[in-house]
């Protein structure tokens, strides 16, 4: 089997990407009891640090990484038998154990979620966990009220996958959706996957104030830092701030003002270690509220051999929307 493997000689302090041919017996018997065929995998802001090492993401080497993937199971157990059509986000999957670029991997039965009928595995990795992220958010906002007549919600760092998803969703299920940009030329894009409106992203960078006008019924915001702390102060009396990311900054600064003048609710939105049965229920909303030519436009093909220049690209910020990594699986 063909795998994307990490390796170092020196403890992490630099770290080689390589695709290289492996026996199917080289995979890690402790890492889960199911076997699963990889058709695709997906590229995330992790996986990028992992793989150019500049975040300390894997700690032991030789290592594959990967934190999302779709495929069949080849392998069962518990309820999982052989031919079942799977989807594999969070858990660790690609940081502690190894991950999905790779025709093979082995995970726990309790990380699999069964695919949507609608859902290709093609599909599944172009929303990924990114757009797993996404549609947590969404659920969040619904949940503590935040509805298409309750006003335009704001989507920070929108031409990611996080956030293209994002607007794909909230547009279709009827919100006006102000989308957040750092990049000047995304404006069509964005527009053409549902956006009612852009926001420079400098108009949010700099240091919040205690208190602004109120301009935003629901926030998703992906980036962290001082957007965070400048999207809650414009948040409407009563209104709810989903935050997924920390692109920007794991820090923030902020004032109570929001929360005890307005009610404003901040949601924090764990994508990792949610329980498999509020998975199922985000994926069964993907499929039926994701649109699919939403996903067309926001989706870019690789193979195995791109992933580490995709990934150089991704920390420097020079992408947008999803990357797939098409898994070339022999069967056994």
Not at 31 to 47: A, E, F, M, P, W
Not at 118 to 139: E, H, K, N, P, Y
Not at 218 to 225: E, K, R
Not at 256 to 273: A, H
Request: overall charge positive.
């Amino acid at each position: 089997m063909r795998a994307l493997v990490l390796n170092s000689a020196d403890k992490g302090k630099s770290v080689t990407a390589t695709v290289k041919t492996l026996a199917l017996s080289d995979l890690r018997q402790a890492d889960g009891d199911v076997l699963v065929r990889v058709g695709y995998s997906g590229l995330n802001y992790k996986d990028a640090l992992a793989i150019t090492n500049a975040g300390k993401i894997i700690r032991s080497f030789p290592f594959i990484p990967g934190i999302d993937f779709a495929g069949t199971v080849e392998e069962g157990s518990g309820n999982w038998k052989k031919g079942d059509q799977v989807v594999v986000t969070g858990y660790g999957v690609g940081e502690r154990t190894w991950g999905g670029l790779s025709e093979y991997a082995r995970v726990k039965a309790h990380y699999l979620v069964k695919t949507p009928p609608s859902l290709s595995q093609r599909d599944c990795m172009a929303i990924g966990t990114a757009g797993f992220t996404a549609m947590q958010c969404v659920l969040a906002l619904e949940e503590h009220g935040v509805l298409p007549g309750s006003g335009p919600v704001l989507v920070t760092g929108s031409t990611g996958g996080v956030g293209s998803v994002a607007v794909a969703v909230l547009a279709k299920l009827g919100y006006k959706v102000t989308a957040l940009t750092g990049k000047p030329d995304s404006e069509s894009y964005l527009k053409s996957i549902g956006a009612s409106a852009t926001l420079d992203r400098a108009t949010l960078s700099g240091p919040a104030k205690a208190l602004d006008g109120e301009k935003w019924a629901g926030v998703i915001d992906t980036i962290g830092g001082n957007v965070l702390a400048a999207a809650i102060s414009q948040t409407k009396y009563g209104g709810a701030v989903a935050a997924c990311g920390m692109a920007g900054g794991n820090e923030f600064k902020s004032s109570v003002f929001p929360f005890i003048l307005r009610g404003v609710n901040l949601l924090g939105i764990d994508s990792v270690m949610c329980p498999q049965a509020r998975r199922q229920v985000v994926w069964d909303r993907l499929a039926r509220d994701l649109p699919k030519d939403a996903i067309l436009k926001m989706v870019k093909e690789v193979g195995l051999e791109d992933v580490p220049d995709v990934c150089k690209n991704m920390i420097a910020a020079t992408t947008s929307g999803r990357t797939v990594v098409k898994i070339a699986s022999a069967k056994l």
